[in-house]
Every structure is written in structure tokens, then in C-alpha cells.
């Protein structure tokens, strides 16, 4: 489905980007890994770094086909006692992180009247949850602006779309995952697998989903 495309996903170490990275070598793309750790690696909060290493991707590919924004991290606290370094980095990371890799591949794409741009949002961002003021304000923001960017994109060929995940089994959620209160909040009884969310990631950068803009797609077994 994805054959001879050149496609960068952020956070493609671990968890959901790593599956998502799996899936689209499946499926026929090149994919460039991007993190802190990754061999193209990058501090997507970093505007520097994050124009360093698509130049770089440039030089090595030649071009780039989609985008896929999975690089995340929480700092989980009642607000009460998070201190603003909490907030800011959660922010910087998440949001401004997908702001400054969307403004890489912008003039690329725009030039090739084509390409896919995927943000990994997450439910948080759309009902909020305690304990997560500055993650949900994150993924909320991704959500707008991934609508935002699509409505500037559409007519250029181009789309942009979030998926907004409930709980994924990975690193981020280790310390819930036993947690049957947790469990038995999801209608489906379980946490979803990585490859679940890499399997919407492959659909949304396919020609299959060529009329799909703006949309934020939910992967959560029925949580919210
Ligand atoms: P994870 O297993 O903790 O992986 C996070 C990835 O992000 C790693 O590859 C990490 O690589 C990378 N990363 C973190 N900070 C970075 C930075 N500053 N610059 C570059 N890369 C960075 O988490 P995950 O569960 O796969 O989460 C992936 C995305 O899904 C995140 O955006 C998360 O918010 C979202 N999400 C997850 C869940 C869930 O239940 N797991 C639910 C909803 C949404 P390095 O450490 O090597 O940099």
C-alpha cells in the first residue's frame, strides 16, 4: 500500500512509532526513524535539531511522501504540584514538536502537490483527564492543529490527520497496564496493541484514504 514512498516517523524507537515504522516497511515505504535515540537522531523540541536532521533526510532520500508525528512524552501530576517546567515541556514536545516537523515537509509537499501528514494525538486531548492538564492541553492542541493545517493543505493536494488513542500497551503506560480499575473502564476490557494503531497510520497514509482530512480518528476500545 505504500510501496516507493519515503516516509519519517517521529518517536519510531519505541511503542507506537516503532509499530508504525514495522508497518510501513511491511508495506512497501523506506522509513526513516526519528528520536533522541534513533540512528536520524533528533530533539523534536529542538526547532534546530528538527531543521538539521530533515535537511539531512533530504540530502540522504531525496524526498519525503508522509509524516508521521508519534514522538510524545507525559509528565503526570495533579496541577496543584506541577511546576512549570512540567507544563512546558510536555507542551514543547508534543505540540510545538508536530508544529516544527509539519513545517519541514510543508514546502516539500506543497511542490509535489502531494503528501500525508499523521498526528498521534490521544483521547486526553479531546474529554481532558485529571492528572494530565499538560498532556490533554498538548494533545488538544495537536488536534486543532492538525484541523488547521488540513483546511490550509486541502487544496494543495495534501492531507493531515490525527488518530487519538486510549490506552496502548508501551513504556508510557507501564504503570498501568495491571491496573484492573483502569481495565474495566474500557468496554473492550483490554489496553489496545501498538500494531492496532499502526494498522489506522497505514490506511491514513494509503491512497485508500485520499478524501480523509481533518479527521480525528479514535483508537480507544470504546473508552470515551
Ligand atoms: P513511548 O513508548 O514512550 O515512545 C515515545 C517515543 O517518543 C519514543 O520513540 C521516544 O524516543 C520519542 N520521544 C520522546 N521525546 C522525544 C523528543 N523530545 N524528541 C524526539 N523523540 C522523542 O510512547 P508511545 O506510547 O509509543 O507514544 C507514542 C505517541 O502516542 C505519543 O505521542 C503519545 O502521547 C501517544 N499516545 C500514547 C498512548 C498510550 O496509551 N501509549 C495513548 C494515547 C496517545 P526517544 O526516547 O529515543 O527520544
Do not use: H
Request: glycine share 10%.
Amino acid at each position: 500500500m505504500l510501496k516507493g514512498k519515503v516516509a519519517v516517523v517521529t518517536g519510531g524507537s519505541r511503542g507506537i512509532g516503532k509499530a508504525i515504522c514495522e508497518a510501513f516497511e511491511r508495506e512497501g515505504a523506506t522509513v526513516v526513524n526519528l528520536s533522541r535515540s534513533s540512528s536520524y537522531a533528533c530533539d523534536v523540541a529542538d526547532y534546530s535539531q528538527v531543521q538539521q536532521v530533515f535537511a539531512q533526510i533530504i540530502k540522504d532520500y531525496g524526498t519525503i511522501d508522509i509524516l508521521v508525528n508519534s514522538a510524545g512524552i507525559t509528565k503526570d501530576k495533579l496541577m496543584l504540584s506541577m511546576k512549570p517546567e512540567e507544563f512546558d515541556a510536555v507542551i514543547k514536545t508534543n505540540l510545538y514538536g508536530t508544529f516544527y516537523t509539519m513545517k519541514q515537509v510543508y514546502p516539500i509537499f506543497c511542490k509535489k502537490r502531494s503528501g500525508r501528514i499523521i498526528n498521534i494525538s490521544s483521547v486526553s486531548g479531546i474529554t481532558g483527564n485529571a492528572g494530565q492538564t499538560n498532556y490533554a492541553a498538548s494533545k488538544a492542541g495537536v488536534i486543532a492543529l492538525t484541523q488547521s493545517a488540513a483546511k490550509e493543505l486541502a487544496p494543495r493536494g495534501i492531507t493531515c490527520n490525527a488518530i487519538a488513542p486510549g490506552f496502548i500497551e508501551t513504556d508510557m503506560t507501564v504503570d498501568f497496564q495491571q491496573n484492573d480499575e483502569v481495565k474495566n473502564k474500557i468496554p473492550m476490557r483490554r489496553f489496545g496493541q501498538a500494531g492496532e494503531i499502526a494498522e489506522l497510520a497505514v490506511f491514513l497514509a494509503s491512497d485508500k484514504a485520499s478524501y480523509i482530512t481533518g479527521a480525528v480518528l479514535k483508537a480507544d476500545g470504546g473508552l470515551i
